[in-house]
């Protein structure tokens, strides 16, 4: 459709030909590894993608106020990307229609990276095509279990960036045992998927990022992870999170404040 071209879709990013893990068939040397796959489906290293949504798709990235969407950066949180999916849907939609929604996105530059960790999405496929597994972290190789059945390989891609990785942080949230549902990674960025956002980010200058999850009913706000640091900002967030949460009924609270772990 007309609006789908005008909005700038199909736009693709690879890190200096970076991928993913994969789960390849055959022995590759990767992301600084050498490794074959496991179990009985096998894919090649992926690719990331990106969706730009903006009124003037001839205008240069950074041109704009930069936002940044993201969903599934944990492979059993489906519904986070469906939450990116339909909003997606709703702006081109809802564009010629709707003077916000055409305000939104001719003054603004819109990125969803709707599925962060595909490998661990694959893999949940292959756990059962009709859904209802639960691997939530990424397919790094040999890492947490190499049974062709297993739920709990990987790393969590959520707890690998370098902000408060491992003991700098909460000890709660996240873990140093390669089976756990938290496992952070032998080093921060350790992982090509984390690479790649964080690449991606400092590339940009987003005004604003949410980072969509499926879990908690809630939405967390900065900072996280050391409950006496604060950003001085705590009332516009509130205010904020407010008016996002109120059709909803979500709870707004900064993210330390949540019992379970994003």
């Known amino acids: 459709r007309d609006v789908e071209r005008s909005r700038g879709l199909g736009d693709v990013y690879k890190r200096q030909n970076q991928t993913t893990w994969g789960n390849p068939s055959g022995t590759i040397t990767n992301n600084g590894l050498t490794y074959t796959g496991q179990g009985t489906t096998r894919w090649s290293p992926k690719t990331i993608w990106y969706v730009r949504i903006t009124g003037d798709q001839t205008s240069p990235e950074g041109s704009k106020p930069q936002i940044l969407y993201t969903s599934m950066i944990h492979a059993r949180e489906v519904s986070s990307l469906m939450s990116n999916m339909y909003f997606m849907w709703y702006l081109l939609e809802n564009y010629d229609t709707d003077p916000a929604i055409k305000n939104l996105v001719d003054n603004n530059e819109l990125y969803f990276i709707p599925v962060v960790n595909p490998d661990g999405l694959r893999w949940n496929q292959h756990l059962n095509p009709n859904g209802g597994t639960f691997q939530r972290k990424n397919c790094r190789p040999n890492t947490g279990s190499t049974s062709n059945g297993t739920a709990t390989r990987g790393v969590d891609v959520n707890r690998n960036f370098d902000y408060l990785w491992g003991a700098d942080g909460d000890a709660s949230g996240s873990n140093d045992i390669p089976s756990s549902d938290t496992y952070r990674g032998p080093f921060p960025f350790s992982e090509p998927e984390s690479q790649i956002l964080r690449d991606f980010v400092l590339a940009r200058n987003f005004e604003t ?46 993210a330390h404040e949540t019992s379970l772990h994003l």
């Not at 992870?225 to 609270?253: A, C, F, K």
């Open 209 to 254: 990022c949410l980072m969509h999850h499926s879990a908690a009913n809630a939405i967390p706000h900065p900072y996280g992870g050391i409950p006496t640091r604060v950003s001085n900002r705590e009332d516009e967030m509130h205010q904020w999170h407010e008016d996002m949460s109120r059709s909803v009924s979500y709870t707004h609270l900064r």
